[in-house]
């Protein structure tokens, strides 16, 4: 997206700062810019129904009369499909406990940015702006379309496959694993997301039925991988509410070793989204299946509820940074400390170290730099059917 398409509204009580801002916007091809210099005065601007075309709102926190944190609070209430940036002269951490804040109030925030700002700053968060016709016809798309008894008949009739995402070693770019995401091959509507399907499989209690079939049919596609020659592990994605069920360890172990595979190729990753209430369960599955020899993997990394707690508990094998850090490596430094000691933790605990949501060269290269030992994400591959990683296989032979 670029600047000349949208418009702007900068809320700064500094008259010379919000100068800057609106040149330097001007300068990136903007033609529509809206002024306030308080947060009432931007709240009457949005009001106005002439005016209410606003794309992105650049925020000042400290303001007189209604500070940032308030002027936040109310676009969270009424006007949250518009996107919004965050600018302060206060220091990183104080801007990213802000940033957490305005995601709490269901802000659209396309990011948070120490002053002074530059124009390279405001571009990179404008490349990732999309637009809200574009956000609502996605939410649209992929949020309550399905009921989950057409979810349901999807699986039963086998419409559910894993498509692949390559896993890279950063230093050589050798290929070194897949990651298995749910595809749903819908008969009329085509490809389907993960999101449009996961929640309310998980809410009914019915993701189980998408665990097995997911496992069966990665661990037949890397039987069939390593038959090509390519002897790369495949990771599988694991709801943590399937490992209340005391039996699951089995289940899984059970399903790997019929397909001919060595479970030490499988690795099962799980996100920590909730404080679980019977920690118990989950631990008893998770030594087991380590027992068995699979990898386990903490997935995204640093937006779960206690990961810290959760690494002293299990062995875990492998830590994956959430791709929102890596997005935002470049214009928060919170993100790179985070990036930095995740890595530096992984090292010390023997655990091998993934980025998620490596999306451009600079990503890759930094990342090397930092030491992290592996990555994916679009700048390498998207996630693509079994025949197309078949192929990507052949090219990328070790
Ligand atoms: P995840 O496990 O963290 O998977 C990574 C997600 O990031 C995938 O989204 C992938 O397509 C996307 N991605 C990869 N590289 C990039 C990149 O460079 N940029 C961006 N913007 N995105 C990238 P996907 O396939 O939509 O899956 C979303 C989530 O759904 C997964 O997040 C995982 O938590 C869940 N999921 C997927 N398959 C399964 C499954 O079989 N079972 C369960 N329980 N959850 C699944
Ligand atoms: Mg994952
Ligand atoms: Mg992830």
């Given at each position: ?7 702007f ?18 300068r ?27 794309d ?9 009369e209604?500070?940032g ?17 965050i600018m ?6 104080l ?5 957490k ?6 802000i ?8 002074p ?5 405001l ?45 890279i070693?950063?230093a050589?770019?050798?290929l070194?694993?897949?990651?298995a995401?749910?595809r749903w ?9 993960p999101?449009?399907?996961i ?24 039987k ?10 495949i ?10 069920d005391?039996?699951?360890?089995d ?23 909730a ?13 087991r299946?380590r ?13 779960g ?11 875990f ?68 059917s ?13």
């Amino acid at each position: 997206m670029v600047a000349n398409e949208l418009t702007f509204l900068v809320i700064e009580d500094d008259d010379f700062q919000r100068e800057v801002i609106v040149d330097i916007l001007g300068r990136l091809g903007s033609k529509n810019i809206q002024e306030a210099r308080t947060g009432t005065e931007a709240l009457n601007i949005l009001k106005d129904s002439t005016l209410s075309s606003i794309d992105i709102i650049l925020c000042d926190l400290n303001m007189p009369e209604m500070d940032g944190m308030e002027f936040l609070r109310h676009i969270g209430n009424s006007h949250s499909s518009i996107a919004t940036i965050i600018m302060s002269a206060l220091d990183g951490a104080l801007i990213e406990s802000v940033r957490k804040m305005a995601s709490a109030y269901g802000i659209y925030l396309l990011g948070a940015i120490e002053k002074p700002i530059t124009p390279a700053q405001l571009e990179a968060l404008f490349s990732i702006y999309k637009s809200r016709e574009s956000k609502q016809k996605q939410e649209f798309k992929h949020g309550s379309l399905f009921t989950l008894g057409e979810i349901l008949e999807g699986l039963t009739n086998g419409d559910f496959v894993p498509f692949f995402q390559p896993k890279i070693h950063l230093a050589t770019g050798k290929l070194i694993g897949a990651e298995a995401l749910a595809r749903w091959r819908h008969p009329q509507r085509g490809v389907i997301a993960p999101y449009a399907f996961i929640d309310l499989l998980e809410k009914s209690g019915h993701i189980d039925i998408l665990t097995f079939t997911m496992l069966e049919q990665s661990a037949k596609a890397c039987k069939l991988i390593h038959e090509k020659g390519h002897e790369i592990s495949i990771s599988v994605n694991l709801s943590l509410t399937s490992l209340a069920d005391i039996k699951l360890a089995d289940k899984i172990t059970h399903i790997v070793l019929e397909s001919g595979v060595n479970p030490k190729f499988i690795i099962l990753e799980i996100t920590e989204t909730a404080a679980m209430t019977d920690m118990a369960p989950a631990l008893e599955n998770l030594a087991r299946l380590r027992m068995k020899g699979f990898g386990l993997s903490i997935d995204d990394y640093g937006t779960g509820y206690s990961s810290m707690q959760q690494i002293s508990r299990i062995a875990f094998t492998e830590l994956k940074i959430d791709q929102s850090f890596v997005r935002e490596m470049t214009t928060s430094n919170v993100s790179k400390v985070l990036i930095n000691s995740s890595i530096e933790m992984a090292t010390k605990l023997q655990m091998k170290c993934t980025a998620e949501g490596i999306e451009t060269k600079n990503d890759w290269e930094q990342l090397k730099s930092m030491n992290c030992e592996l990555g994916q994400g679009y700048y390498i591959a998207k996630p693509m059917s079994l025949d197309e990683f078949l192929k990507f296989c052949e090219q990328n032979l070790n």
